[in-house]
């Protein structure tokens, strides 16, 4: 049973639209939350973290979290091109250190 | 100043060899971490330090892989006897503190086995 789910795609929106990313996950008790980016043959960077429900939000990006619902998302407004690449979720695990990620949705922003 | 490095970038072996992948954390980060990144697959999480306390191996997916880290900085993650499915991105990430801080990941090392 996957603990971090997202849904692969690829996902295509235009350049300027919003790009919505989703993920689930299946611990109640995670405390924390990120979402990472990762360019091809790069390593993840971070984008944004979030530890409360609701929102927080970061120049282009906001991160939701509903903690009841077990839900993550990351918005992405004014997309560009440059925003194409593959965005993972991570909770932390029951551990309350290593970090569970879910294999990553692919975004495309077409021009 | 600087982020995570890691050595090799690219490592080449043949079935059966030992490799050495080694990683040098953000100066003041006392938590370290290894992932490996399979092709298609998600990171998955191999091993933890924590300053001088016990690592936690409990991701590690064999006793061929062992891992340590010395004064508490640089880390080492060696596989024996390399197997094909030991392909993969192996990355290392640190955190000033464990928990809910951010881990920064390093460039990784990409491994591959003949």
């Known amino acids: 049973q996957k603990e971090v789910e997202q849904n692969s795609g690829p996902l295509s929106v235009p350049e300027g639209a919003i790009a919505s990313l989703n993920c689930t996950y299946s611990?109640?008790?995670?405390?924390?939350f990120f979402w990472y980016r990762q360019y091809s043959g790069k390593s993840p960077e971070l984008i944004m973290s979030?530890?409360?429900?609701g929102d927080k939000e970061d120049g282009r990006f906001t991160a939701q979290l509903n903690k009841a619902s077990q839900y993550v998302s990351l918005l992405i407004r004014d997309s560009q091109p440059s925003d194409s690449a593959t965005y993972l979720c991570a909770v932390n695990s029951n551990s309350g250190y290593a970090l569970n990620f879910g294999k990553g949705t692919s975004l495309l922003v077409t021009p | 100043g600087a982020g995570v490095s890691q050595s090799p970038s690219n490592k080449v072996t043949e079935k059966g060899k030992d490799v050495e992948l080694r990683c040098d954390p953000i100066?003041?980060?006392?938590?370290l971490y290894w992932y490996r990144q399979s092709l298609g697959q998600g990171l998955e999480f191999l091993i933890y330090?924590?300053?001088?306390?016990?690592?936690?191996k409990s991701g590690l997916p064999s006793d061929r892989f062992s891992a340590e880290r010395t004064g508490g900085s640089v880390s080492t993650l060696t596989i024996q006897r390399t197997q094909q499915e030991d392909s993969a991105v192996y990355l290392c990430?640190?955190?000033?503190?464990?928990?809910?801080?951010?881990?920064?990941f390093g460039p990784g090392t990409r491994l591959t086995v003949l």
């Open positions: 990430a640190s955190s000033f503190a464990p928990s809910t801080d951010t881990q920064y």
């Open positions: 100066s003041g980060h006392t938590a």
């Open positions: 330090f924590q300053g001088n306390s016990a690592p936690d």
């Open positions: 611990d109640r008790g995670s405390q924390s």
């Open positions: 979030i530890y409360s429900n």
